[in-house]
C-alpha cells in the first residue's frame, strides 16, 4: 500500500458521509480513503442506495454505476419466505453474509467521482 493510500478523506467525502446521518462522529473520523463502504461501514440496501443517489445530486453521472456489483440487496431472497427467513438473521451474521462476494467500494473511489463528477470504478 502507498503512504498517501490510507490518509484521511476530503472534505467533499466528509460532508457526503456526514449528511447522511447514518455514521457517528467517532466512526466519521476513523474514515479514510481506504475504508469500503460495505466491508468497513456495513452500508448496504436501502441505505447505500440513498447515500448513491446523493452523489447523483451532487452532480456526479452514475450512469456506469451498478449497484448490485457493490451492494446487496436490503432483503436477498427469491421468495417472501426467503425474505422473512433473512429478518430473523442477527446483525452480525446478515452483514458477514453480505460481504461475501462483493468487491470493495473504497471511499477514494467516492472521493474521485465527486472530484470528477462522473463514476469510475477505476
Known amino acids: 500500500m502507498k503512504a498517501n493510500e490510507s490518509t484521511s478523506i476530503g472534505k467533499e467525502v466528509y460532508d457526503w458521509l456526514s449528511s447522511s446521518g447514518v455514521l457517528s462522529k467517532s466512526k466519521l473520523a476513523r474514515c479514510t480513503n481506504r475504508t469500503r463502504m460495505l466491508h468497513d461501514l456495513g452500508l448496504y440496501g436501502d441505505i447505500a442506495e440513498c447515500m448513491m443517489e446523493e452523489l447523483e445530486k451532487?452532480?456526479?453521472?452514475?450512469s456506469g454505476f451498478d449497484f448490485y456489483k457493490y451492494f446487496p440487496p436490503e432483503f436477498p431472497g427469491e421468495s417472501k419466505?426467503?425474505?422473512?427467513?433473512?429478518?430473523?438473521?442477527?446483525?452480525?451474521l446478515k452483514i458477514g453474509i453480505l460481504k461475501k462476494g462483493y468487491p470493495p467500494l473504497y471511499l477514494k473511489t467516492i472521493e474521485q467521482s465527486l472530484k470528477h463528477k462522473v463514476w469510475s470504478d477505476t
Open 58 to 62: 451532487a452532480g456526479v453521472d452514475l
Open 81 to 92: 419466505f426467503a425474505s422473512i427467513c433473512w429478518t430473523l438473521v442477527p446483525v452480525s
